[in-house]
């Protein structure tokens, strides 16, 4: 009678770890896919917050690109408010040459052209007019990121022309790329 019970025990033993095992495998597989997609939405996420923040810094470079080229122009040219107006639509009209001076930063920068090509082109440059107010005597334009140029006009002649914050624009302090957050399995 113990030889028949220990051979029930050892059977049922076996039993019970055979779909232990089984379980354990199931749970595993379900815990490894489980993994594999917290960890590709993570992964997606940061891409997606770093190529926004690449598509930000690369329309502030040309808004900061456009400044340079419209301060010079009245700088050097007849300063006066319709030289300005007329000076500003022809730097905005000259996407291939906006598009040219930036891809020439980032290919320098070591950023391929097909990277370039793909998400920048599709992004698109600075969107819209570059100038911010464009009142009668005062007109605000972009330069970047949180920056601001003014001119101010009387009787239609350039009077002050403040390009500070343009001088002092340091793109690497208004758009920065968050290091990845540490990977954790929910």
Not at 52 to 81: N, P
Not at 92 to 106: C, M, V
Not at 170 to 179: C, D, G
Request: hydrophobic share 40%; net charge positive.
């Amino acid at each position: 009678m113990d030889k028949k019970k220990m051979k029930i025990l050892v059977v049922v033993d076996i039993v019970i770890l055979v779909a232990l095992i089984i379980i354990l495998m199931t749970l595993k597989g379900g815990y490894e896919e489980q993994a594999k997609r917290t960890a590709n939405e993570q992964e997606t996420s940061y891409l997606e917050k770093n190529t926004q923040v690449l598509v930000e810094q690369w329309r502030s470079i040309d808004q900061y690109s456009m400044a340079w080229k419209l301060v010079h122009s009245v700088l050097s040219g007849v300063k006066t408010e319709p030289a300005f107006n007329t000076t500003l639509a022809a730097i905005e009209a000259d996407k291939d040459a906006r598009f040219k001076q930036i891809s020439h930063l980032y290919t320098g920068a070591g950023i391929n052209e097909n990277v370039q090509n793909g998400i920048f082109q599709k992004a698109g440059l600075a969107e819209g007019s570059i100038l911010i107010k464009g009142d009668k005597n005062s007109k605000e334009v972009a330069c970047g990121k949180d920056c601001v140029i003014k001119f101010e006009f009387a009787k239609g002649k350039l009077k002050n022309l403040d390009y500070s914050a343009l001088v002092q624009f340091n793109l690497s302090k208004s758009l920065k790329i968050e290091k990845p957050a540490e990977y954790h399995f929910e």
